[in-house]
């Protein structure tokens, strides 16, 4: 019987495309009308590269995204304070991705298409409710243009990729409330310049409270000398602030945050002329919410943002979606669309990405940005006089091990998902 996936973000299409390599039928159901290249720019660690690697979808990846050679941590002020390598420039078997976050869905969404068929996957199909029953689990959905009823669904398995504001979640803790708000303000855009340093380079610029990131990510524009910028001004106000924080996605004010960045002009990169030449910039809080006891319920589990939406540092949020895909696929293979396989993907995944959620807010590898404006705001002539080298290394190389991209273990380690071999009995939903 299918496995029913609720939500065609890059979870869910990562788990269409994993189930699929064992054998295993499925369909994804997602609210929009159509699936378009919304978005900003995001990361993907080599981690989860060697997923989509294994998916055979590397080649068209790089066909779009930026390779990352470098990670650079500048002060306020741009003094440098930390740089490594990164992807393929670091010893690691896979690159790291920076990529448009609406061209890594439509590489997923093709590929879903072009092996599982056009009707595998469901456009403006919004799940209103779900149970389980004597063969597996029944879903109703919704068109959401007019709320009529769509036809109800039967599969084995119900996987819940909807994102933070997952119905499935809220069914599963209905007091749990809105997402959690830090007091932090992003405002993102993507703007056409020039390249910055060697042109694959990541950057992030300031402290906790007032940060900037910016990183390259059309490698089309690399090609011929150019950039495509993704940047995020970050502001951290007291979370009782007064903030339009019922808003989650809107166009966002230059005149609100560019001042604050007026004198963020560097030898190596203009701040304000970032943001003030962007095409448009949209404003989002930062969010996430409390890990979950569990995330199964009987035939039915939560993954990716539905599970365990974090902050955006470390560049960790699809990348660990896209594990969880694998992971799951891999405990599908062995126990077949049954609860023992959710409950094995659970008790691998759920501590592991917990952790990740703590971490983050707790400011991850970017806390030496903080430690250097706590103990040298006016500047400084020598980073060594601010922060030796071994909290530098270990806040790097800690991050990495809590978040499943230790250089050595991940080119050591075997695939999550063997290859070749297809998921025994896929029809057996006996719990």
């Known amino acids: 019987m299918t496995v029913l996936i609720i939500g065609g ?11 699929h390599q064992i054998g295993v039928p499925c369909r994804v159901f997602e609210s929009v009308p159509k699936v378009q290249p919304l978005g900003v720019g995001i990361n993907t660690l080599p981690h989860a590269v060697r997923e989509l690697t294994e998916l055979g979808l590397q080649a068209a990846l790089a066909g779009t995204a930026i390779s990352t050679t470098v990670l650079a941590y500048y002060s306020k002020r741009g003094q440098p304070i930390w740089s490594e390598p990164r992807g393929i420039a670091a010893g690691y078997d896979w690159p790291q991705f920076s990529i448009h976050r609406g061209a890594l869905q439509m590489v997923l969404l093709e590929a879903v298409l072009e092996r599982l068929g056009g009707d595998a996957v469901l456009t403006n199909h919004h799940l209103t409710d779900f149970e389980e029953t004597a063969a597996g689990v029944r879903a109703r959905f919704m068109d959401k243009r007019d709320g009529a009823p769509l036809p109800v669904h039967e599969g084995s398995l119900l996987i819940a990729a909807d994102g933070v504001h997952s119905t499935v979640r809220a069914r599963l803790y209905p007091d749990e409330g809105p997402p959690i708000w830090n007091g932090a303000i992003m405002w993102r855009g993507v703007t056409r310049a020039g390249p910055v340093l060697d042109g694959r380079t990541m950057i992030m610029a300031g402290h906790e409270f007032q940060k900037f990131v910016c990183y390259p990510i059309s490698r089309e524009a690399l090609d011929r000398g150019a950039a495509v910028i993704n940047w995020i001004a970050e502001r ?17 004010r230059r005149e609100e945050f560019l001042p604050a960045f007026a004198d963020w002009r560097f030898d190596w990169l ?11 910039c949209y404003e989002y809080p930062m969010v996430d919410r409390d890990p979950l006891p569990h995330w199964t319920q009987g035939r039915m589990t939560l993954l990716g943002d539905a ?24 405990e599908i293979l062995v126990k077949g669309a049954t609860t023992q396989a959710l409950q094995a993907y659970e008790e691998e995944r759920r501590p592991a990405t917990s952790r990740i959620v703590l971490a983050n807010r707790g400011n991850g590898p970017e806390t030496v940005m903080q ?4 103990r040298a705001p006016a500047g400084y002539a ?9 909290e530098l290394e270990e806040a790097a190389a800690g991050y990495k091990r809590l978040a499943g991209f230790d250089k050595e273990q991940l080119n050591n380690r075997p695939p999550i998902v063997p290859h070749g071999v297809q998921a025994p009995g896929v029809s057996n939903v006996t719990a």
Not at 270 to 280: L, Y
Not at 308 to 313: A, C, E, G, Q
Not at 371 to 374: G, M, N, T, Y
């Open 236 to 252: 951290k106000f007291k979370p009782d602030a007064e903030w339009r924080r019922e808003d989650w996605n809107r166009p966002g």
């Open 371 to 374: 430690l250097v404006e706590q």
């Open 307 to 330: 599970a365990h939406p974090m902050y955006p540092i470390g560049s960790n949020g699809a990348s660990q979606a896209i594990l969880d895909a694998r992971v799951l696929a891999r």
């Open 9 to 19: 973000g890059i979870g869910g299409l990562t788990t269409a495309l994993s189930l």
């Open 270 to 280: 203009d701040v304000p002329d970032i943001i003030r030449i962007a095409e448009s």
């Open 382 to 390: 020598r980073i060594e006089d601010v922060l030796s080298q071994a």
